[in-house]
């Protein structure tokens, strides 16, 4: 079973509101990532990191912004929430060897 | 550049039917890894499995199997007797297995219905 978490799982917040989405694993995994979802749709990836230090923005363009500090989190923070970031952000992580990705039960976010 | 296909957008079955899933990639490498993941209504993606370039041989666990062949570069998943259960949205997935700049490319998803 995978140790990835996220919290929170559901969150309605108002627009221009400054939101942090939390993700931490405890299994030692280097690399790191942070999709976008719309429910049942394609995955987009926004960000990836290869550890520590090491943050690259992915295929999707995002206002949203991540950090690196400690290998087991891996924060995305939003400055200001709009609508259209409504969706389900999935966090991931595997080991650099090119395993499986496991990943986290989703934030699904609502900005109203 | 690297490509999966699920051509299937939207599947429904009668319980109890089989039902095979296709993925067909696109790769210039020769060295890569290819996946299945379940999403179920709840959200999160679940490991399915994983199958290398280099092992081209079929794999049965219980009610799924895998047919993985090279020649068409397709990763076909197959459920047997499928279960209400068995709904969810389903993708395929291909990354390099060594290059560590590289990350995974995801087909975008199959939803597989099954109705009582």
């Known amino acids: 079973e995978a140790d990835i978490y996220q919290t929170p799982r559901y969150l309605v917040i108002g627009t221009g509101k400054k939101i942090t989405l939390e993700c931490s694993q405890t299994m030692g995994h280097d690399k790191m990532y942070w999709y976008q979802q719309d429910p049942g749709m394609e995955l987009h990836l926004i960000h990836y990191s290869y550890g520590v230090n090491s943050t690259e923005k992915g295929d999707l363009s995002s206002e949203s912004t991540v950090s690196r500090i400690r290998t087991e989190h891996f924060p995305l923070t939003l400055e200001s929430a709009r609508p259209s970031h409504t969706s389900q952000y999935l966090c991931?992580?595997?080991?650099?060897?090119?395993?499986?990705?496991?990943f986290g039960q989703g934030t699904r976010l609502t900005v109203v | 550049a690297q490509k999966v296909t699920q051509a299937q957008t939207e599947i429904s079955v009668v319980e109890k039917e089989d039902v095979t899933l296709d993925c067909v990639y696109e790769?210039?490498?020769?060295?890569?890894?290819l996946f299945w993941y379940k999403q179920p209504p709840s959200g999160e993606l679940v490991f399915l499995i994983r199958?290398?370039?280099?092992?081209?041989q079929n794999e049965i666990s219980g009610r799924y199997s895998w047919n993985f062949q090279k020649s068409t570069s397709s990763f076909n998943f197959t459920i047997t007797a499928s279960q209400v259960v068995d709904s969810a949205v389903y993708f395929c997935?291909?990354?390099?297995?060594?290059?560590?700049?590289?990350?995974?490319?995801f087909g975008p998803g199959t939803r597989l219905s099954v109705l009582p």
């Open positions: 997935a291909l990354s390099e297995a060594l290059n560590y700049g590289q990350n995974f490319v």
């Open positions: 199958r290398n370039s280099f092992d081209e």
């Open positions: 991931a992580s595997r080991t650099l060897r090119g395993t499986e990705a496991f």
């Open positions: 790769t210039r490498d020769t060295t890569y890894y």
